[in-house]
C-alpha cells in the first residue's frame, strides 16, 4: 500500500509502498477514503520546532483528519463490524488518568495522538483503537466525513464546556483558518443573531461570505471603530479568538462584552502581554481555553448539524487531491496570500 511518510528530521514528507499492517486486540483496519490536511500537518511536514516536540519515531505515517471504511477488526472489538463507514478522534485517551475519569478525556495527558505520536492515515490502509472511533453515516460525502474533527474543534469554540445557547446573540470571530471558516457556519447554524469574522487574506474572506458571514472585515485603522459601531460600543457575547497572535488575543479581549466569553483557541508559544488585565477581572469576562473536542458530546453535536441541521462546510473544501499528490497539497497550504481552504487527499 502507499503511504506518505516522515522519513527525515527534515522538511518535506514521501510517497512510501509499505505493507498492509494488522490490527491489534482493540483494533481495526481501516480503508482511507479521504484525508485532510491540518495545519498541525503543515507544521510537521515543514518540520518547524513546535512540530519536532511531537514526533517521537520516524519513519512516520503523517495525517489524523479522515473518512474510511472498517475492512477488519481485532478479535476484542466489539461494537464495530467489517463495512462500517467511519472518522475518529485524534485523542488516543487513556482511559484511567485523573482526566479521563473525570470526563474530560480531550486532555488526557497520557495517552497518544492520531498521526502525530503514532503513525496517522494519510496511507491507503491504517490501524486505529476502536475505542476512539466514530460511526459515520454512510450518506455523509468522505470529504465532508474527514473534516468532522477540525469541526469539532468550531463547534466545540462556539459553544464552550456547557453547550452554551447561542440563539439570538452576538458572535465575532478573530481569524481566518479554516476552523475560524467553519465556525462562523456553526454560528449561523446555532442561532447567532450576528456574526462576524475578521480575515486577513482575501481567497478567506471569499470563503467566510460562503459561510454565511453577516460582515466580513478586513484589519486596517478603522476596525475599533467598525466594531464600536456595531456593537454599540458594548462588544460581543461570544469572541473566538483563533488566530493566536499576542494582538488578535488582547483585540479579542477587549471585544467581549462585560460578563461575556472568548473562548482561546489560537496558540501563541512566546510570553506576551495581556493589555488592561484589572478591566478584564473587574467586568467578568470568561475566558474559555479550547482544547480539541469533546468526547463525545462535540462528535454528537457535529453530526446534528451535518445531518437534520443541514450545516453545509463543502465551501471551506477548497481542494481535493490524490494522496499521492500530497506534495501539492502541502504546497497550497502553505502559500501565501493564502490560496486554500482545506485540502482534501483521496486515495
Ligand atoms: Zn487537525
Ligand atoms: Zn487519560
Not at 495527558?109 to 490501524?127: D, Q
Not at 453515516?137 to 468532522?148: C, K, T, V
Not at 465556525?183 to 470563503?207: F, N, P, Q, Y
Amino acid at each position: 500500500m502507499k503511504a506518505v511518510v516522515k522519513t527525515r528530521e527534515a522538511p518535506g514528507a514521501e510517497l512510501v509502498e509499505l505493507d498492509v499492517p494488522r490490527p491489534g486486540a482493540d483494533e481495526v483496519l481501516v480503508e482511507l477514503m479521504a484525508g485532510s490536511i491540518c495545519g498541525t500537518d503543515v507544521h510537521i511536514y515543514a518540520w518547524d520546532p513546535g512540530a519536532r516536540v511531537y514526533i517521537k519515531h520516524i519513519p512516520q505515517i503523517l495525517g489524523h483528519e479522515f473518512a474510511g471504511r472498517i475492512v477488519e477488526v481485532g478479535k476484542d472489538v466489539e461494537r464495530f463490524r467489517v463495512g462500517a463507514h467511519v472518522s475518529a478522534e485524534t485523542h488516543i485517551y487513556c482511559g484511567t488518568c485523573i482526566q479521563c475519569l473525570n470526563d474530560q478525556r480531550h486532555i488526557c495527558e497520557t495517552g497518544r495522538i492520531f498521526g502525530l505520536t503514532c503513525n496517522g492515515c494519510f496511507a491507503e490502509y491504517f490501524t486505529i483503537p476502536e475505542r476512539v472511533l466514530w460511526k459515520n453515516d454512510p450518506r455523509l460525502p468522505p470529504e465532508i466525513a474527514s473534516i468532522q474533527e477540525p469541526l469539532g474543534n468550531a463547534v466545540y469554540c462556539a459553544l464552550g464546556d456547557y453547550d452554551e445557547d447561542l440563539d439570538g446573540k452576538s458572535v465575532f470571530i478573530v481569524g481566518d483558518g479554516p476552523i475560524a471558516l467553519m465556525a462562523v457556519g456553526v454560528a449561523k447554524a446555532e442561532g447567532a443573531r450576528l456574526t462576524i469574522i475578521l480575515c486577513r487574506h482575501e481567497k478567506r474572506m471569499e470563503i467566510a461570505e460562503a459561510m454565511g458571514a453577516d460582515l466580513v472585515l478586513g484589519d486596517g485603522p478603522d476596525l475599533d471603530e467598525t466594531l464600536c459601531d456595531i456593537t454599540g460600543g458594548k462588544g460581543f457575547d461570544v469572541v473566538l479568538e483563533m488566530a493566536g497572535s499576542p494582538q488578535a488575543v488582547n483585540l479579542a479581549l477587549k471585544w467581549v462584552r462585560i460578563g461575556g466569553r472568548m473562548s482561546a483557541f489560537g496558540i501563541h508559544g512566546e510570553p506576551f502581554v495581556i493589555e488592561n488585565y484589572g478591566e478584564y477581572v473587574r467586568s467578568g469576562k470568561k475566558i474559555l481555553p479550547i482544547s480539541g473536542r469533546r468526547i463525545w458530546q462535540t462528535w454528537q453535536e457535529v453530526a446534528k448539524l451535518l445531518g437534520p441541521e443541514g450545516l453545509d462546510v463543502s465551501p471551506v473544501i477548497t481542494h481535493t487531491l490524490p494522496l499521492a499528490e500530497f506534495e501539492k497539497g502541502f504546497d497550497l497550504m502553505t502559500q501565501r496570500p493564502k490560496v486554500s481552504g482545506k485540502v482534501i487527499l483521496v486515495p
